[in-house]
C-alpha cells in the first residue's frame, strides 16, 4: 500500500492558511521592522531608508523569487517556494521528496503522469479549486506597489498594500469564494465524477477527472463511497465510450477501486463491468487501452471466485487466448500468463487452508470449487501455448512461464512430455542458466536468480522425464 498524506486538498488549505498567517502578520505588524524573513512582505523598510544596501539587493533577489512565475514543460519540475503557477497547470506533491512540482497539462500528460505515478505517490492539488490566474494578478499587484519608492507616493502605496493585505477574514471570505475550501475526498470524488460525466466536459477534462478519481479510489473506503452515490457505474459505462482513451483511463479507475475490495469487485460484477472489459479485450483497440482493461480484469477476478466463474461463463479465456496470440498484443503474453498462475494458485491455497483448518464449508471454499479452471486451461489449448511461451527472450517473462508451467504441470503432463519443442527450449534453456548460476556463484551469490531459474528447470525436466 503506498504511503499517503494529507488529501490533496488539506494539504492546499494548509499552504493557504499558512499565506493567511503570514498575511496576517504582515498586516498587524507593518511597523515592525525586526525581521529579515519579513523583509519580503515589509516594503516599508525601503521607504524609510534605513536599510543598508545589502539589505536591500536581498529583498530584490527575495522580490523576483516570489514574484517568478513557473514555466512548466511537460516534465515534472520542482517548485521553489514562492514560485507562481500559470493557470491550467498540473501540480502535485511529490511525497519521497517532499517537493512540490509543475507541469504543463496537455494532452499527452497522461502517459508522462503515469511514468511519475511509477516514481512516487502524487498528491494532485487541483488547480480548479483556485485559480493560479488570481494568485498571479495579486503579485503583479504587489510588484506595483513595492516599486513605487517615491515618498510622495507613499499614501497611494499605503492604500494599495492595505487594499492587497486585506483583514484575515475578508481573505478568507474571498478564497471561499475561490472554492479553497477543506473537501472531503468524497465532496473531491463527487466533483471528478460530476467532470467526468458532464456532457459539457471536454474529453481532456474527462481524462483528468478520471487520473485523479485513480488516486482516491486506492483507499477502501474511498471505492465504497465511490458506490454509494453510483459513481462507480458512471466510471464503469466509461468503458462503453467510444473514445478510446476514456475506456482506457476509465479501466485504470477501475483497476485501482477492484483490488482487494470486495464490496467493490460485487458491484461490479452487477454493474456489468466484466462483460464491457472482455469486450474491450476481444475487438479492436489501442494496445494501452488493453493494459488497462486487462490491469483491470485482474483486480476484478482476484480473490474473487464468483467473478471467476462468470470470467469462464463469458469465454474470457478464449479472450486471453487471442491476446496471447495475436501479434498487436503478444506483449501482452506475460500479463495473462501471470494472471492465470494466480488464480490457479489462489484456488490451490484454498484448497490447502481448508484442509489446514479442517473447515471446507466456507462459503469462499465452494465458490472456487465452481471454477472449473485446470479443466477449462487444458481443453482450450492453454497447455500448447503456455509451453511454447517459454521461448521468450526475457529472463522475468521466462521465470513467470516456468513458474506457470509448474502449477500446470499434472493438469499438462501428456501435452508437456508430448512437446518436443518444450524440451528443446528446457534443454537450451539449461545450459544456458547452468552457465549465467555459476557466473553468479562466483560472484559470490550463492542464491541467486539465476539458480533459481535453474532449479525450475531442472526439476520441470525430471518431471517430464
Ligand atoms: C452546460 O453548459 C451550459 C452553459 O454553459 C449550461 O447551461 C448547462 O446547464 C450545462 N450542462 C450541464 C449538463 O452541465
Ligand atoms: C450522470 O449523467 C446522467 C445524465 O447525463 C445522469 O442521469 C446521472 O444521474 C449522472 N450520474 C451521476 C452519478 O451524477
Ligand atoms: C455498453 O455496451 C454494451 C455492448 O458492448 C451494451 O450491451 C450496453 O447496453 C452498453 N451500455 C450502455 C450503458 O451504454
Not at 271 to 299: H, M
Not at 328 to 336: D, G, N, Q, Y
Request: proline share 3%; aromatic share 6%; hydrophobic share 40%.
Amino acid at each position: 500500500v503506498a504511503p499517503r498524506g494529507l488529501p490533496p486538498s488539506r494539504m492546499a488549505s494548509l499552504g493557504i492558511l499558512l499565506g493567511l498567517l503570514i498575511t496576517s502578520c504582515f498586516t498587524f505588524c507593518l511597523s515592525c521592522q525586526n525581521s529579515n524573513e519579513f523583509a519580503l512582505t515589509n516594503p516599508e523598510k525601503r521607504s524609510t531608508k534605513e536599510s543598508d544596501s545589502k539589505k536591500t539587493k536581498a529583498e530584490e533577489e527575495l522580490d523576483t523569487e516570489v514574484l517568478e512565475v513557473f514555466h512548466p514543460t511537460q516534465e515534472w519540475q520542482a517548485l521553489r517556494p514562492g514560485q507562481a503557477v500559470p493557470a491550467g497547470s498540473h501540480v502535485r506533491l511529490n511525497l519521497q521528496t517532499g517537493a512540490r512540482e509543475v507541469k504543463r497539462q496537455q494532452e499527452d500528460k497522461f502517459q508522462s503522469d503515469l511514468k511519475g505515478l511509477k516514481k512516487g505517490r502524487r498528491l494532485d492539488i487541483n488547480t480548479n479549486t483556485y485559480t493560479s490566474q488570481d494568485l498571479k494578478s495579486a503579485l503583479a499587484k504587489f510588484k506595483e506597489g513595492a516599486q513605487m519608492e517615491n515618498s510622495k507616493e507613499e499614501q497611494a502605496r499605503q492604500a494599495k498594500v492595505k487594499q492587497l493585505f486585506r483583514p484575515i477574514e475578508e481573505l478568507k471570505k474571498e478564497f471561499d469564494e475561490l472554492n479553497v475550501v477543506i473537501e472531503t475526498d468524497m465532496q473531491i470524488m463527487v466533483r471528478l465524477i460530476n467532470k467526468f460525466n458532464s456532457s459539457n466536459s471536454s474529453l481532456e477534462e474527462k481524462i483528468a477527472a478520471l487520473f485523479d478519481l485513480e488516486y482516491y479510489v486506492h483507499q477502501m473506503d474511498n471505492a465504497q463511497d465511490l458506490l454509494s452515490f453510483g459513481g462507480l457505474q458512471v466510471v464503469i459505462n466509461g468503458l462503453n465510450s467510444t473514445e478510446p482513451l476514456v475506456k482506457e483511463y476509465a479501466a485504470f479507475v477501475l483497476g485501482a477501486a477492484f483490488s482487494s475490495n470486495p464490496k467493490v469487485q460485487v458491484e461490479a460484477i452487477e454493474g456489468g463491468a466484466l462483460q464491457k472489459l472482455l469486450v474491450i479485450l476481444a475487438t479492436e483497440q489501442p494496445l494501452t487501452a488493453k493494459k488497462k482493461v486487462l490491469f483491470a480484469l485482474c483486480s476484478l477476478l482476484r480473490h474473487f471466485p464468483y467473478a471467476q466463474q462468470q470470467f469462464l461463463k463469458l469465454g474470457g479465456l478464449q479472450v486471453l487466448r487471442s491476446l496471447v496470440q495475436e501479434k498487436s498484443t503478444k506483449v501482452l503474453a506475460v500479463r495473462v500468463v501471470t494472471l492465470l498462475y494466480d488464480l490457479v494458485t489462489e484456488k490451490m491455497f484454498a484448497e490447502e487452508e481448508a484442509e489446514l483448518t479442517q473447515d471446507s464449508s466456507s462459503e469462499k471454499l465452494q465458490q472456487y470449487r465452481q471454477v472449473h479452471l485446470l479443466p477449462e486451461l487444458r481443453e482450450q489449448g492453454w497447455c500448447e501455448i503456455t509451453a511454447h511461451l517459454l521461448a521468450l527472450p526475457e529472463h522475468d517473462a521466462r521465470e513467470k512461464v516456468l513458474q506457470t508451467l509448474g502449477v500446470l504441470l499434472t493438469t499438462c503432463w501428456d501435452h508437456y512430455r508430448q512437446d518436443p519443442q518444450l524440451s528443446r527450449t528446457l534443454g537450451s534453456l539449461q545450459s544456458e542458466y547452468q552457465a549465467l548460476a555459476s557466473l553468479e556463484l562466483q560472484e559470490g551469490e550463492d542464491e541467486g536468480y539465476f539458480r533459481e531459474l535453474l532449479a525450475s528447470i531442472n526439476n520441470l525436466l525430471k518431471e517430464l522425464r
